[in-house]
C-alpha cells in the first residue's frame, strides 16, 4: 500500500535541485564568496540536504519503507562494493575524508533506488515537475544571454574559449547538460498538450546550446529525438518523416559550422586529437585501473590519480572511467545490471503509457551516449549528480508505481478472495 501523502514528492525533489542550484548563482556575487563551491560552507551545505532529502520523504510517508528483494539486493551490492573500493583505495591515495563520502554516496543510493518504491507519481504530476524543470532551465538562458551581452553584440569575450559562454554553472558542460534536460522536457511537453510556447522553448534551448559549443550535448539532444521518434512515432508516417528531416537539417547545420569535426576525425581517420584532450586523462583513469582491477581506488579519488598523473582536472570526462576508477571491474559490472534493470523498468513504463514511455527510453539511450565525454554519475551529492538522478532514474521509477503498484494489489486481493 502506497501512502497518498506522496503526491508532494515532485515538488520536495524540485525543492531539493534549485536548492542545490543556488550557491552557482550566488557566487557571482562577491558577497556570498564564502559559500562557493570547494569552501567548508558549502560542503557542509550540500551534504545537509543531502541527508535531509530522505529524512523528509520518510516523513511525508509516515516512515513507511517498501522495497523488494531486486532492489534490495542491487542496492547492498553497490553500497558493499563502494565500501571495498574505499579500503582496497587507501594503499594508493591515502584520504580518510573520502570515508564520509563513501557514507553519503550509500545514503544517496538508498534514497534513489529505494524510496521510489514507496512513493506514486501520477501524469499530471510528472507534467507539473517537468513544466518546473523547464522554468528553471529558461531562467538559466535568460540569465546566460544578459550576462554574454558583449559576445553575442561584439564577438568577444574574457572567457579562455571565444566561444565558451558564462553561465552560473561551474563550466558550460553542466550547463549545456541542463539544456538537454529541458529539450527532453519540452518534448514531453510539445506533444501531450500542443503548446506554442513549449516549441519556443525549445528553440530558445537549442540556440543556447549551440552558443555554448557543446558537441557531447548536441549529439545526445539529436540521439535523443532520434529514439523518441522510433519509439513514439512508428506508425504514424508523416510525423516521422518531419522529425527526420528536421534531424537531418539539424545535423547539417551543426557539421557547417564546425560541431562535428572531432567526430569525422575520429571514424575517418581514427584521430582523437579534437577531444578536447579526453583521451589523455582517460588513459591516466584506465591505468591506474590496472593497479585494482577488480575493486578501484575508491569514490572521490579521480583528482588525486589526475594529479599525480600531472593533469589539473578533478574528474576523468567520462561517467564509465569514473565508476571503472571507483570501483573496478566488479562495480562497473553491477551499474550495468542497473542499467538493465532500468530498461526493463522503462520498457514496462512504455507498455503502460506509450508518451511518457518514449520520452524516458529515449532519454536513457541519450544519457548512456552523454556519459562517454562527460563524468555523469547517479547518487552523488550535488546539483548536477541530482538533478540527473532525479530525473532520469526517480521520477520515471515512482511514476511506474501508479500503473503497476495497484495491479499487483488488486492481483493479490483476487488472490485472497
Sequence with gaps: MISTRARKVAN???????????????????????????TILYSIYIYFLYLLLPF??????????YISKKQFLLMYFIVFLYFVSFFAGINYYPDSLLLVKTLLISVGIFTFIGVPNS???????????????????VFACIYNVLINLDLLLYGTSSLELPKQFASFFSNR????????????????LIVSEKKMRYIIFSLLFFISMIWTDSTNSLMSTIIFLVFFIMFYFKKNNIKMILF??????????????????GIIAFVKYGDLSE????TDIWMAGLNTLKESIFFGVGIGQSKNVLSSNDFDFDQFHNGYIEILVSGGVILFIVYILLGIYMVINLGRLYSVHKLIGSIYLASFFSLIFSMFFESIVFFHEGFFSGIVTIFYLFIPLTLLNYYIKPKKENSQGDKTE
Aim: charged share 15%.
Design 12 to 38: 520536495i525533489l524540485y525543492v531539493y535541485i534549485l536548492l542545490t542550484a543556488i550557491p552557482f548563482f550566488l557566487v557571482k556575487f562577491p558577497i556570498f564568496s564564502f559559500i562557493s563551491p570547494g
Design 56 to 65: 523528509i520523504l520518510f516523513k511525508l510517508n509516515n516512515f513507511r519503507f
Design 119 to 137: 512513493f506514486v507519481l501520477t501524469e499530471e504530476e510528472v507534467r507539473f515537475f517537468m513544466k518546473k524543470i523547464i522554468y528553471f532551465v
Design 173 to 188: 558542460n553542466t550547463y549545456a547538460i541542463i539544456l538537454v534536460i529541458g529539450i527532453i522536457a519540452c518534448t514531453f
Design 244 to 261: 527526420v528531416f528536421t534531424g537531418i537539417g539539424l545535423l547539417y547545420i551543426l557539421y557547417i559550422k564546425g560541431f562535428l569535426d
Design 275 to 278: 577531444f578536447s584532450g579526453r
